[in-house]
């Protein structure tokens, strides 16, 4: 990797931002030109390919389904496109990096209240987002002829914030020298956020009470400083704006969706560190006065019980739940998959099926249905579901990737590497796409019609690839 991309996505993570909408304040054409939009993309698609590589990813389909809903929901306003992530890491942080990727920290989620406070930290890193504050921050570090740092991007992926730490020790000139400028990036991120907030229908008050939740926690944290108060600057004038600008808006009352509570309640179950037991929690949670975020505890109980290896435990759990609750997706995926962990596999089967008819736009669902062929043994069901949703969204990473372990079990182990190509591909991985597709190759023979399908597919991942290497190089 060039050191000059490591630094870019290092000041990605230090004041997040690309892009442009027309309706938003006038950038400047110098830094419009610091970064073209082709080069946000590259740089994007290979922070993502490395961040799904890290330990730390959480790959949770509802989880990501719910953080890439809500992000959609505050950001459609903004035309561009958006991919959220979540990584596992009870410290509070957010942050995006080039190609409009913004990663959350499970503790960020966790600590939040109210759906319009989580709200309020998307909208405020959509604004980053759409003010191209990192283009404009590379602005002026160009004039100044910054030294690039070529070991930033790993420091920051594998180590997380000291890694940031150690930059900023050795680059203390720079980013002194930058502070008000990126002071001045929050200030227009909180007004922007404020009103991607309210246009979404989310509190527009949630900010100054998530930024004085910060401000107390930092206090009695000591020296540990919260992440995203490391790289977002707060101060009291911040606070004191974003107040005044919520003020502009009619009182109302806002409520949390359902969706809100349970997906705190997988993270409290899958993803809290450092927690021997989350069942305490979740019987604690089940006397609260909010009626979704006492079946939110039914919920993660369940959860928890089937993490812990513990179906039948579960299957107890979760039982009421499933009644009060029939077309819900996220209750009725988690009964399917507790039935075909005991083996009732075609109740398990039925019940996933039935959610996925039920809710065709909710494409996870379908993830769960071909695994639960796959653990059923029945391969060739699986690979007809798969299929049937390839052709319907044809650039869902994750179909090919299943549709890949599909044809293993097939034993189809051309076709298991030409899903796995197409995987890669969708996730700017071109090198690693030809390589699977030349082992392919090598097991079909060139002259047949899969052969030279292969060799077809491969030419056409030699041109991507040289077109990203004339942009920039990895």
Not at 154 to 178: E, F, H, K, R, W
Not at 181 to 202: M, N
Not at 434 to 450: C, F, I, N, P
Request: with cysteine.
């Amino acid at each position: 990797m060039r050191p000059c991309v490591a630094l870019l996505l290092f000041l990605y993570v230090a004041v997040p931002g690309y892009g442009q909408v027309s309706d938003l304040p006038e950038l400047g054409n110098k830094a419009a030109q610091v970064l073209s939009p082709i080069q946000e993309r590259y740089i994007g698609q290979d922070f993502f390919w490395r961040l799904l590589s890290n330990g730390r990813y959480a790959d949770d389909h509802e989880l990501q389904d719910y953080l890439q809903s809500l992000g959609d929901r505050i950001g459609g306003q903004t035309g561009l496109h958006l991919t959220f992530s979540l990584i596992q890491d009870n410290s509070l942080n957010a942050f995006a990096v080039p190609g409009g990727y913004i990663t959350f920290h499970t503790g960020l989620i966790s600590t939040t209240q109210t759906e319009s406070e989580l709200a309020s930290v998307v909208g405020h890193e959509i604004a980053h987002v759409t003010q191209r504050h990192l283009p404009r921050l590379l602005a002026r570090a160009d004039r100044q002829k910054v030294p690039a740092l070529a070991a930033i991007l790993a420091s920051v992926l594998i180590g997380g914030q000291p890694g940031v730490a150690g930059a900023v020790t050795t680059q203390a000139a720079l980013i002194a020298n930058q502070l008000s400028y990126t002071r001045e990036f929050e200030r227009e991120a909180d007004a922007i956020g404020i009103r991607l907030l309210a246009q979404a229908d989310f509190d527009p008050k949630a900010m100054a009470e998530f930024f004085n939740k910060l401000e107390r926690y930092s206090q009695h944290a000591g020296t540990e400083v919260p992440p995203f108060l490391q790289t977002h600057p707060l101060t009291y004038t911040r606070i004191a704006e974003s107040r005044n600008r919520a003020r502009e808006y009619p009182e109302r009352v806002y409520t949390s969706s359902f969706e809100y509570y349970l997906a705190k309640a997988r993270i409290r179950a899958l993803f809290v560190e450092r927690q021997d037991d989350p069942l305490p929690f979740f019987l604690e949670q089940a006397n609260s006065p909010i009626v979704h975020e006492r079946a939110a505890a039914e919920y993660g109980t369940a959860l928890a019980l089937l993490n812990d290896n513990d179906p039948v435990g579960a299957e107890k759990a979760i039982i009421d739940l499933s009644l009060r609750y029939p077309g819900h997706p996220w209750v009725q995926l988690l009964h399917g998959r507790i039935e075909t962990k005991l083996e009732k596999f075609d109740d398990g089967i039925d019940r996933i099926r039935r959610i996925l008819e039920k809710h065709p736009e909710e494409r996870y669902i379908s993830y769960y249905l071909a695994q639960a062929y796959l653990d059923s043994s029945q391969p060739a069901s699986a690979h007809k579901s798969l299929r049937y949703q390839i052709r319907r969204n044809p650039d869902d990473w994750r179909l090919h990737h299943l549709l890949s372990k599909t044809n293993v079990a097939l034993d189809r182990p051309a076709e298991a590497d030409q899903s796995k190509a197409e995987y890669l591909g969708l996730l700017g991985n071109y090198k690693g796409a030809m390589a699977v597709l030349k082992r392919a190759l090598k097991q079909t023979g060139k002259e047949s019609y899969l052969g030279q399908s292969i060799q077809s597919r491969i030419k056409e991942f030699e041109e991507l690839l040289r077109l990203k290497r004339q942009v920039v190089a990895f």
